[in-house]
């Protein structure tokens, strides 16, 4: 009798503490403090990352050319303007006005014009591929340009002529969100040129002009 007594308690016990362990399943302790019948809400973490949007850019830098044009352009200044859209934070298109001010070199220090003996003035259309989602991003760019070369002084006795043509950009570049709006780009490209006439060498990717930007602006 004792023994059944005994494992009708033990039974008893089991079930009390299986009823009181599906209570508390049921009724989640919030902060160690009671039940709580509100639901459970999750607030998802803000999104970091390069800035998806319109961009709006501007700056200045160097250029200049290479193979057969390099010893006689010297290095010039160069400036930009750049509007673009990232619809996604890897993916930029973007709409650029490109231009710049050389000196030929025959002409020695300063050339034969006040501002360049050949101004450059072009604009391009580039899609730029990020290399990380990342604020600091690496990016790739690339597209198609016109441009005009428009020369100036004693330029045309040195076999330089006023010409428009094509070029190819492609390049790299470092973009960083400085907040919310702010935004630096920093990059570097070569411009393979196409139906160039400008100067007295042959159209070849070697003759190109190279480039690079530091440009401010902002993300909205």
Known sequence: ????I????????LWGGAALAGEDWKDPAYGGSGASDEPVVYVPMEEKGSDKGLYVLLGGGTEGYTGELAPN?????????TVGF??????GLELAYSGG????????????????DIIRNGGQAAVTIGLSPTKLQPYLMGGIGIENHNVRGLAPLADYQDDTSGYVPAGVGLRYNI?????????VSYNIP?????????????NGRYQALLQLGGTY
Not at 1 to 4: A, H, I, L, N, R
Not at 86 to 91: A, E
Not at 101 to 116: H, L, V, Y
Not at 195 to 203: G, K, L, R, S
């Open 101 to 116: 001010m050389t000196d030929i070199d025959t002409f020695g220090p300063g050339g034969s014009a006040d501002g360049g």
């Open 1 to 4: 009798m004792k023994s059944v």
């Open 86 to 91: 990232k619809p996604t934070r890897g993916l």
């Open 194 to 206: 196409f139906e160039q006439d400008f100067a007295p060498v042959d159209n070849d990717i070697w």
């Open 6 to 13: 005994r494992l009708g308690l033990c039974v008893a016990a």
């Open 179 to 187: 907040g919310s709006l702010l935004t630096a780009d920093a990059r």
């Open 73 to 81: 352009l010297n290095v010039g200044f160069s400036y930009g303007a």
